[in-house]
């Protein structure tokens, strides 16, 4: 059994899309109005109400089993209850949708991804790796014939080192980190620049080179590694994000370093003026001459206010005291004249000797 399923913003979108398939068939459903795309998304949208913080309230999943095996509608839909079971979404809302316009036969599930028993979201971590053990489960489980997984076909497994590092460090390896992240964000996507767009959100840089006229290599840069998109999966280089992912994408090498080249021309372009403030820290806050303001068509600066000369007398004196200081004293006067007829008889004896 081949299992394929990502992540959404909105139900609404992949609800018109299962639905809207020439001999789409709804086979199962918990929701009140199965067939009304607007009431699925809005019975979806209310089941996620209650978390704040739940960004991503859609899950989309599609079954198939290997040619020419065909299954009932009844089996179908007891097989699409145990996978969300296994996936924990049991307990959401959710619509199984059957279609025929393909060779393989297979199914569609949409769930809402707020657990209604618990009032949290589902977990979604390592949600690959479990979709892929859920798969080979219901395989034994229900007799179906056994199919290469994702991994096999589309993305590589952990190395044993990866397994052997998350054993010892109790943290999940950077490389199926990657390749989950990609795998979520490439299902919330459908063009090559929207693509590029997530992932620069979620921290990983993107880079092309040129191989051949047909080949352009991939190069994912994540958390101080780099992984070429050869070492993560088929589903990871340029080819394969179109064929297993359904992002479109310029298929000539030429078309492909245009447009990156383009993108690149378009991100340098976009720079910050610096700021008035910056400007002047530039100049190390050196004044320029009035002349020079004028000229510039600058303001000119205000006088900077000089201090005032202070008064040699305090201006709270009595002026009576500085009269009083202009007048000689009576008792300085009397003392002078007694002692200037003193110093002349000094004087005059001085002389006689």
Not at 17 to 39: F, M, N
Not at 146 to 157: A, F, I
Not at 316 to 326: G, S, T, Y
Request: net charge negative; aromatic share 6%; charged share 25%.
């Amino acid at each position: 059994m081949l299992v394929k399923h990502s992540k959404r913003h909105d139900p609404l979108g992949i609800v018109q899309y299962v639905l809207g398939k020439p001999g789409a068939e709804v086979i199962g459903s918990t929701l009140a109005c199965p067939d009304d795309p607007h009431a699925i998304a809005a019975e979806i949208r209310f089941s996620c109400a209650a978390s704040k913080r739940l960004r991503l309230t859609t899950y989309h999943a599609s079954l198939a089993v290997a040619p020419p095996e065909r299954l009932s509608d009844a089996l179908w839909h007891q097989i699409a209850q145990d996978y969300l079971a296994k996936m924990q979404y049991g307990l959401c809302p959710y619509l199984v949708v059957r279609h025929t316009d393909a060779d393989h036969d297979h199914i569609h599930i949409v769930a809402g991804r707020l657990d209604l028993n618990r009032g949290k979201r589902v977990p979604d971590s390592w949600d690959h790796y479990k979709a892929e053990t859920a798969a080979r489960e219901l395989e034994v489980e229900y007799g179906l014939t056994p199919t290469l997984s994702s991994w096999q076909t589309e993305r590589k497994p952990p190395t044993v080192g990866m397994i052997r590092h998350e054993r010892e460090t109790g943290q999940p390896a950077v490389k199926p980190e990657l390749q989950d992240l990609i795998d979520d964000l490439s299902g919330q996507v459908d063009s090559l620049d929207e693509f590029m767009d997530h992932l620069e959100e979620a921290g990983v840089e993107l880079s092309l080179k040129p191989i051949n006229e047909t080949t352009v290599g991939l190069t994912y840069h994540f958390k101080g590694l780099y992984f070429s998109a050869s070492q993560l999966g088929r589903a990871y280089t340029l080819n394969g994000l179109h064929q297993f992912r359904g992002i479109e994408s310029p298929q000539d090498s030429a078309a492909v370093m245009a447009w990156w080249e383009q993108r690149q021309r378009g991100q340098e372009s976009v720079q910050v003026e610096p700021e008035l403030a910056q400007v002047q820290d530039e100049d190390h806050g050196q004044p320029e001459s009035e002349p020079e303001a004028q000229a510039q068509g600058k303001p000119e600066r205000e006088p900077v206010p000089q201090p005032k000369a202070q008064d040699p007398k305090p201006v709270d004196v009595d002026p009576a005291l500085n009269l009083r200081e202009a007048q000689p004293h009576p008792a300085q006067d009397a003392e002078d004249r007694t002692r200037k007829p003193q110093r002349q008889k000094r004087r005059h004896r001085q002389m006689e000797r």
